[in-house]
T-cell receptor, first 114, second 113 residues
Framework: GENVEQHPSTLSVQEGDSAVIKCTYS??????FPWYKQELGKRPQLIID?????GEKKDQRIAVTLNKTAKHFSLHITETQPEDSAVYFC?????????????FGIGTKLQVIP | DGGITQSPKYLFRKEGQNVTLSCEQN?????MYWYRQDPGQGLRLIYY???????QKGDIAEGYSVSREKKESFPLTVTSAQKNPTAFYLC????????????FGNGTRLTVT
């Protein structure tokens, strides 16, 4: 089965600095990698995703990179703002067919210090 | 997402009682999932279902049961066999096609005393 490792578990950055969160996965059949942001007491919300045929994707201050060979993907947040403070989860989803168990990383608590 | 409804938002039960958490979706998604969230533990998969009348155990299924009699509904029962049932429970659904993310409900916070 799939195993997703995420680090760091906590991350503090000064407002305006960049933040990077890294994940690795084990199942080579995984081909879709979404990232979620969860604010305290709320549900996780999708912020960006990447497919296995793409190496990088950007959406304003957020970017995700994927290295299929190394089974490694990362979330990059630039020009961080206090409202970026939340818990971020990575996930790996295998291609369609068979049972599609969705496995999450343990989460990274990001604190942006004003 | 407005398409997934979990109820109630807060639930209190006495130890030894079974309790059922509701999850309904109107997104016409085939797959539905239940996750448990504890502080510092991330999202742990309890059960998931990809089609009506079929479901699979996740990583922490012991002490839980589910049913999938209708496409739009995937209730989770927390039985008295679950040793530490107090947690935040999240239901999610997704299209089983390629590259489809999970859509989460607002969660149910269960407290057992």
């Amino acid at each position: 089965g799939e195993n997703v490792e995420q680090h760091p578990s906590t991350l503090s950055v000064q407002e305006g600095d960049s933040a990077v969160i890294k994940c690795t996965y084990s199942d080579s059949a995984s081909n879709y990698f979404p990232w979620y942001k969860q604010e305290l007491g709320k549900r996780p919300q999708l912020i960006i995703d990447i497919r296995s045929n793409v190496g990088e994707k950007k959406d304003q201050r957020i970017a995700v990179t994927l290295n299929k060979t190394a089974k490694h993907f990362s979330l990059h947040i630039t020009e961080t703002q206090p409202e970026d403070s939340a818990v971020y989860f990575c996930a790996a989803i295998r291609r369609s067919g068979g049972y599609q168990k969705v496995t999450f990383g343990i989460g990274t608590k990001l604190q942006v210090i004003p | 997402d407005g398409g997934i409804t979990q109820s109630p938002k807060y639930l209190f039960r006495k130890e030894g009682q079974n309790v059922t958490l509701s999850c309904e979706q109107n997104l016409n998604h085939d797959a539905m999932y239940w996750y448990r969230q504890d502080p510092g533990q991330g999202l742990r998969l309890i059960y998931y279902s990809q089609i009506v009348n079929d479901f699979q155990k996740g990583d922490i299924a012991e002490g839980y049961s589910v049913s999938r009699e209708k496409k739009e509904s995937f209730p989770l029962t927390v039985t008295s066999a679950q040793k530490n049932p107090t947690a935040f429970y999240l239901c999610a659904s997704r299209d089983t096609g390629l590259n489809s993310p999970l859509h989460f409900g607002n969660g149910t916070r269960l407290t057992v005393t």
